[in-house]
């Protein structure tokens, strides 16, 4: 029964993970730079909510790295595309304040 409950649960995560990186790369591409940090700080408390709550019926360290670790991965996902799309978007304002400056000469 379990094995059946993961078979249905876990797609369904994926689709939704997957989902957030699309919602998060048009938050990415908005002149206001907060609501694209949305995602990554979400992600990033809930890796630290599930890491110490491992901790709890473990009580070992290396399994709160570990766990906080894998469960950190969306959030760093998310930040690169945050990154990225913010880095290229400074580009091609840069490239259109120097086609503006020339066109001022």
């Given at each position: 029964?379990?094995?059946?409950?993961?078979?249905?649960?876990?797609?369904?995560?994926?689709?939704?993970?997957?989902?957030?990186?699309f919602i998060?790369?048009?938050?990415?591409k908005q002149?206001?730079?907060?609501?694209?940090?949305?995602?990554?700080?979400?992600?990033?408390?809930?890796?630290?909510?599930?890491?110490?709550?491992?901790?709890?019926?473990?009580?070992?360290?290396i399994s709160?790295?570990?766990?906080?670790?894998?469960?950190?991965?969306?959030?760093?996902?998310?930040?690169?595309?945050?990154?990225?799309?913010?880095?290229?978007?400074?580009?091609?304002?840069?490239?259109?304040?120097?086609?503006?400056?020339?066109?001022?000469?």
């Open positions: 029964m379990t094995n059946l409950r993961a078979l249905i649960v876990l797609p369904i995560l994926l689709i939704l993970l997957i989902v957030t990186f998060q790369f048009r938050l990415a002149k206001n730079k907060w609501p694209g940090l949305i995602f990554p700080i979400f992600f990033t408390l809930i890796a630290a909510f599930l890491a110490f709550g491992a901790t709890i019926y473990t009580g070992d360290i709160l790295l570990l766990t906080f670790v894998v469960y950190l991965i969306p959030a760093i996902i998310h930040l690169l595309i945050y990154v990225i799309v913010r880095s290229n978007q400074h580009f091609k304002n840069q490239q259109e304040i120097d086609k503006m400056k020339l066109q001022d000469l």
